[in-house]
């Protein structure tokens, strides 16, 4: 089984910052990407950014300049550095990893969600 803790959300004003992070436990035996995801009330939940092992990233034009994606050095630790945040910003953000277990080549796994305010 596979464990997914995420912190970092909170309450912030426009144009502040904050940094999220995930980090994965559990019977891993190689990560193959790890992202962000985000669900506002009445929306859809979409892609923020993601990062596979290699190093490529991807992120949504919404954020694109504002946020940075990366790993730990441990490769089981994601982090989302988000400039410049705006009232649309806010939303429940998602840590979601595709890893290799004993059993499965792109096993996927989300985390519980972390609240994101963006309001003065």
């Known amino acids: 089984q596979v464990q997914l803790v995420e912190s970092g959300g909170g309450l912030v004003q426009p144009g502040g910052s904050l940094r999220l992070s995930c980090v994965a436990s559990?019977?891993?035996?190689?990560?193959?990407?790890m992202g962000w995801y985000r669900q506002a009330p009445g929306k859809q939940r979409e892609l923020v950014a993601d990062i596979i092992t290699g190093g490529r990233t991807n992120y949504a034009d919404s954020v694109k300049g504002r946020f940075t994606i990366s790993m730990g050095n441990a490769k089981r630790t994601v982090y989302l550095q988000m400039n410049n945040l705006k009232p649309e910003d806010t939303a429940v953000y998602y840590c979601?990893?595709?890893?290799?277990?004993?059993?499965?080549?792109?096993?996927?796994?989300w985390g519980q969600g972390t609240q994101v305010t963006v309001s003065s």
């Open positions: 559990g019977s891993i035996l190689g990560v193959n990407a």
């Open positions: 979601n990893v595709l890893v290799r277990t004993a059993t499965m080549i792109n096993a996927d796994y």
